[in-house]
C-alpha cells in the first residue's frame, strides 16, 4: 500500500485546511484509515481515524475537524476547521490491514496566531 498525502500549508489561526491522502497499491485491504501528527519534540499522536462510517477523534480536535472517506478512490479527506497554532505538525496519513500498518509522508500544517 502507497499513500500519498497532500493540502497542508500555511494558514491564520481561524482558517481552515483540507488534508487528502489517496492510496494504492493492496488498497482493498486496509480496514483503517487516519490521520495522525506531530509536533516538535513531541510524540506523534493520532489525530483522527475511520474505519467504514465509524470516526474517532481526539479530544483536542473534536468539533473542528472532521474525516471522511472515499471508498470508490481510496482516499481518505480531514477537514481541519478552527485551526489552532497548537494544530501546527506535520500530519501524517495512515492506513492498516489485518497484517501491516502503513505511512504516508508528512505533510507540514503550520497555524499563525
Known amino acids: 500500500v502507497q499513500l500519498q498525502a497532500s493540502g497542508g500549508g500555511l494558514v491564520q489561526a481561524g482558517g481552515s485546511l483540507r488534508l487528502s491522502c489517496a492510496a494504492s497499491g493492496s488498497s482493498l485491504s486496509i480496514i483503517v484509515m487516519g490521520w495522525y501528527r506531530q509536533a516538535p519534540g513531541k510524540q506523534r499522536e493520532l489525530v483522527a481515524d475511520?474505519?467504514?462510517?465509524?470516526?474517532n477523534y481526539a479530544n483536542s480536535v473534536k468539533g473542528r475537524f472532521t474525516i471522511s472517506r472515499d471508498p470508490a478512490k481510496n482516499t481518505v479527506f480531514l477537514q481541519m476547521n478552527s485551526l489552532k497554532p497548537e494544530d501546527t505538525a506535520v500530519y501524517y496519513c495512515?492506513?492498516?490491514?489485518?497484517?501491516?500498518?502503513?505511512w504516508g509522508k508528512g505533510t507540514q500544517v503550520t497555524v499563525s496566531s
Open positions: 475511520i474505519v467504514r462510517g465509524d470516526t
Open positions: 495512515n492506513a492498516r490491514t489485518r497484517i501491516n500498518a502503513y
